[in-house]
C-alpha cells in the first residue's frame, strides 16, 4: 500500500557533486524529524561530473530520494519543471542545492500557507530578512534593478522572486508548472505571474538567506536573458500561450 506523501522536495542541480550530499542528508534528517511522508528529487540538469552517482547512493539507502537525469544541459528553468512535474505530493518545496535557505525555514512558508496561502516565497528583500555574509556591490546593485523591472513588468507587488525557496500548496506547482515554458534563470518570475494568472494566492515572506560565492547566476551573462525572459512571459500571455491544463476530474 502506497502512503500519501506529505512533502516532495524539488532540487535543480548541475554538476553539485561537492555540495549535494550535505544537502540531502540535511533535508532528509530535518524531515524524518518531523515524521513526514516525503521524497526528495533531485533533477541533474546535465551534469557532466559525479552528481548523478552522488544522488544514486543516496537513493540506494533512503528510498526517499529520487534522481532525475538528463542530457544536455537544459537550464534552471527546466530543470525545476522537470522536477515539479514529477512530485507526487500535493505540497511542494523548491530548494537550491547550496541550501542557502535552511530547511528549517519550511515551517515559516508552511505557518504563512496555513492562512489560506497557496504559494509562499521565500524571501531576502523584507525588513525582518536575515542575510548571511557579504555580497558584492554589482550584485547586490544588479538585483535591485532586476527586481524594480520585474515589477514593472510582469509582478508589482513581490519584492524578490529570486530566492530558490518557495512551497506550493493545493496541486498548485502541478498546474503552474504544467503551463510554464521558461528554462533560463527567469523562470521564477514566469511561476509566480502564471501563479496570479491562474488564481493562486501568493504571499512573501521573510527567511534567512546565506549567500554562496559560488552562485552560478552570472550578473554579465544572465541578467540580460533574464530580462528577455520575463518580456517573453509577457508576450506568451498577450499570445494566449498559456492555458490551464486539463482537469482531472
Given at each position: 500500500m502506497t502512503h500519501k506523501l506529505d512533502l516532495s522536495v524539488v532540487i535543480p542541480a548541475f554538476n553539485e557533486?561537492?555540495?549535494?550530499?550535505?544537502?540531502?542528508?540535511?533535508?532528509?534528517?530535518?524531515?524524518?524529524?518531523?515524521r513526514l511522508n516525503y521524497e526528495i528529487i533531485v533533477v541533474s540538469d546535465g551534469s557532466t561530473d559525479s552528481t548523478d552517482s552522488a544522488v544514486g547512493a543516496y537513493a540506494e539507502k533512503d528510498g526517499g530520494v529520487r534522481l532525475?537525469?538528463?542530457?544536455?544541459?537544459?537550464?534552471?528553468?527546466?530543470?525545476?519543471?522537470?522536477?515539479?512535474?514529477?512530485?507526487?505530493?500535493?505540497?511542494?518545496?523548491?530548494?537550491?542545492?547550496?541550501?542557502?535557505?535552511?530547511?528549517?525555514?519550511?515551517?515559516?512558508?508552511?505557518?504563512?500557507?496555513?492562512?489560506?496561502?497557496?504559494?509562499?516565497?521565500?524571501?531576502?528583500?523584507?525588513?525582518?530578512?536575515?542575510?548571511?555574509?557579504?555580497?558584492?556591490?554589482?550584485?547586490?546593485?544588479?538585483?535591485?534593478?532586476?527586481?524594480?523591472?520585474?515589477?514593472?513588468?510582469?509582478?508589482?507587488?513581490?519584492?524578490?522572486?529570486?530566492?530558490?525557496?518557495?512551497?506550493?500548496?493545493?496541486?498548485?506547482?502541478?498546474?503552474?508548472?504544467?503551463?510554464?515554458?521558461?528554462?533560463?534563470?527567469?523562470?521564477?518570475?514566469?511561476?509566480?505571474?502564471l501563479a496570479r494568472k491562474f488564481g493562486f494566492r501568493v504571499g512573501e515572506v521573510a527567511v534567512s538567506w546565506k549567500n554562496s560565492p559560488l552562485t552560478r547566476v552570472s550578473v554579465l551573462r544572465d541578467t540580460f536573458p533574464m530580462i528577455c525572459e520575463i518580456v517573453r512571459v509577457r508576450i506568451n500571455d498577450w499570445k494566449k500561450r498559456y492555458e490551464l491544463p486539463p482537469s482531472s476530474d
Amino acid at each position: 500500500m502506497t502512503h500519501k506523501l506529505d512533502l516532495s522536495v524539488v532540487i535543480p542541480a548541475f554538476n553539485e557533486a561537492g555540495r549535494i550530499g550535505p544537502t540531502i542528508e540535511a533535508i532528509s534528517a530535518y524531515l524524518k524529524e518531523r515524521r513526514l511522508n516525503y521524497e526528495i528529487i533531485v533533477v541533474s540538469d546535465g551534469s557532466t561530473d559525479s552528481t548523478d552517482s552522488a544522488v544514486g547512493a543516496y537513493a540506494e539507502k533512503d528510498g526517499g530520494v529520487r534522481l532525475v537525469s538528463y542530457h544536455p544541459n537544459r537550464g534552471k528553468g527546466f530543470a525545476v519543471r522537470a522536477g515539479m512535474l514529477k512530485a507526487r505530493s500535493d505540497s511542494v518545496l523548491l530548494s537550491d542545492a547550496d541550501l542557502a535557505t535552511p530547511i528549517a525555514e519550511l515551517e515559516t512558508l508552511e505557518e504563512h500557507a496555513s492562512r489560506g496561502l497557496d504559494v509562499v516565497v521565500g524571501s531576502r528583500a523584507l525588513t525582518e530578512s536575515a542575510i548571511i555574509g557579504w555580497r558584492p556591490w554589482y550584485r547586490e546593485l544588479s538585483g535591485k534593478v532586476f527586481n524594480r523591472l520585474v515589477r514593472l513588468l510582469a509582478i508589482p507587488d513581490i519584492l524578490d522572486t529570486q530566492c530558490g525557496f518557495k512551497y506550493f500548496k493545493n496541486g498548485s506547482a502541478t498546474t503552474i508548472f504544467s503551463a510554464a515554458r521558461t528554462n533560463g534563470f527567469g523562470f521564477d518570475v514566469e511561476a509566480l505571474y502564471l501563479a496570479r494568472k491562474f488564481g493562486f494566492r501568493v504571499g512573501e515572506v521573510a527567511v534567512s538567506w546565506k549567500n554562496s560565492p559560488l552562485t552560478r547566476v552570472s550578473v554579465l551573462r544572465d541578467t540580460f536573458p533574464m530580462i528577455c525572459e520575463i518580456v517573453r512571459v509577457r508576450i506568451n500571455d498577450w499570445k494566449k500561450r498559456y492555458e490551464l491544463p486539463p482537469s482531472s476530474d
